[in-house]
């Protein structure tokens, strides 16, 4: 519920303070005086635009706050609190907009500083407009399923519907993004497949052309190593006064001397040692015979292979470690590939399912929909013909969005398989049309007046905002359109510029809007009207002045309305 509006220097205000209450807070003044100031602040500071003349004047910036009760049944607002994480403890909901002489603006929500994209947010959750540019909602086919899902209190099976509905779409954006990436895939499937059978099929090992070079040139180097294995064990080992007897004998004679010197004893263990190394050497180069492949076969393997092994890293432009790196990668990859086309296959019967639960919600929540618009449709009648349209008959028809069964999915809208258009005839013997081509501005102002009675007890409390909505309504009509925004005014707090005498008469609050004059410049201000002034204010507005006969009618309308 808005509890309050100030406003300071702002387009006809110097400086006003406005207490509102639950019910009907009504707006009444002359032509001219500047009443629809008081809607155009509380628009501009929930998030509407400046424009030049904002400010009253220059020498100062003008400042609009506004201050509403927080409705902890409001679902929408107690979800915007939470996102932006906003200060409510108090109960209270303060918006707060000021514009400097340049027309530059800053908006705070509960004293933090804010955007009016924001702002917006919560205007629509806490605040509906009604003015003759709100009743071109009526036109879109969009907001008139909107209000029979409201009418019908579908909020269950639309949830139920609508989870679904974003389920298969989640599922079909796994199934299309996994299908996408493997087309894209495909190609690199194929060549890494060919890639691993080839390495695989080769049967590297990490060093193998290392080792392989080294064999090649042991082959390429058998007879001269063999030669020199030969003359080494006969010089230094085998032959006749060979090299090992040499030494042999000199450490055989020096052996005789240890005791006698250090010398002696370091010299020999040197030869000793030498001995050692010969037969070590000696039995390295039996086994590098032993190790040599005199076959003039395996020459040819060796270098084949290893042209083999230089080709597959040429190809590669990897050394052998990291082909068989690569190789594992690209396992890795054809791995992935099976796993996503196996997700695939999961994901369309997964999709099936689906799409069987959406059509079976999305059918449920048409045969509600289907039985709540008889019904709505026959009360919307009653209610409209009250409002000087006797003849008016309404009838909500259905187009299903689903025709070909074999794109069921992508016909369907967030809302459901159904497209509603309201058909309007307030004329007998006049084929009904389609609520756009039908209804004269006036007769719509009067159908959304029974639509918003209609929904009164169904939504969740609003302030509600009618500007002049009486636009060329009078006589018996208008004490229908008094008692029609009263009945809203019990479930919501309403706030209604008004010219009708009929309609003010239902108000809790009464407040006058005057303009006045003072040094060449026009200001207006506001006054609460107690009883007395009240009476005085419903004869003008009836007859345009004080007059008994005005002032006794205004009484009477009055305590008709039960307000005297």
Known sequence: MLKSLKIKNYILVKELALEFTAGLNIFSGETGAGKSVIIEAINTVLGGNVRPGMVFQDNEAAEIEVCFDVDKSNQALIELINEYELDCDEGELFVSKIISSSLKAKTYLNGVRS???????????????????????LFNNDYQLEILDAFGRHDQ????????????????????????????????FDLYSYQLE????????????????????????SEELLELQESFGQDCLEGENSLFDKINYFLSRLMSYEGDSLNIRNASSILRDCLANLEAANSELLDLKSSID?????????????????????????????????EQEIRNFIAGFSSDQEKISRLKDEIAASLTNLQDSAEKLSLLRK???????????????????????????FYDLTKDKEDYFSQLAASGKDQVEIYFTANLGVEMQPLKVAASGGELSRFLLAVKKLLASYLYTK???????????????????????????????VICITHLAQIAVFAATHLLIEKKNDQNISFIIVKKLDNKNRVNEIA??????????????????LNKAGKN
């Open 115 to 137: 955007t009016n994209s924001i702002v917006r947010k919560f205007k629509a959750a806490i605040i509906d407009f009604h003015s003759q540019r709100d009743q071109q909602r």
């Open 463 to 493: 302030s509600i905002i009618f500007d002049e909505i009486d636009t060329g309504i009078g006589g018996r009509t208008a004490e229908y359109t008094g008692e029609y925004i009263n009945t809203i005014a019990g479930h919501h707090q």
């Open 157 to 188: 099976e639309l949830a139920d519907f609508q989870d679904k509905y974003h389920q298969h779409h989640n599922i079909l954006r796994q199934y299309h993004n996994l299908l996408n990436q493997e087309k894209a895939n495909r190609d690199k």
């Open 371 to 397: 039985k709540t618009a008889a019904k709505f449709s026959s009360l919307m009648q009653k209610n409209i013909k009250l409002l000087a349209m006797p003849a008016a008959q309404v009838e909500i028809r």
């Open 540 to 557: 003008r507005m009836l007859s345009g002045s004080d007059s008994d006969l005005a002032l006794n009618h205004a009484e009477e309308l």
């Open 198 to 221: 080839e390495i695989e099929n080769a049967g590297i090992s990490a060093g193998e052309d290392e080792q392989l070079n080294e064999e090649l040139i042991l082959l390429l180097n």
């Open 294 to 326: 005199l076959d003039p076969l395996r020459l040819q393997d060796v270098t084949a292979r290893l042209d083999f092994l230089n080709s597959l890293k040429m190809k590669y432009k990897r050394s052998l470690e990291e082909i068989i790196i690569y």
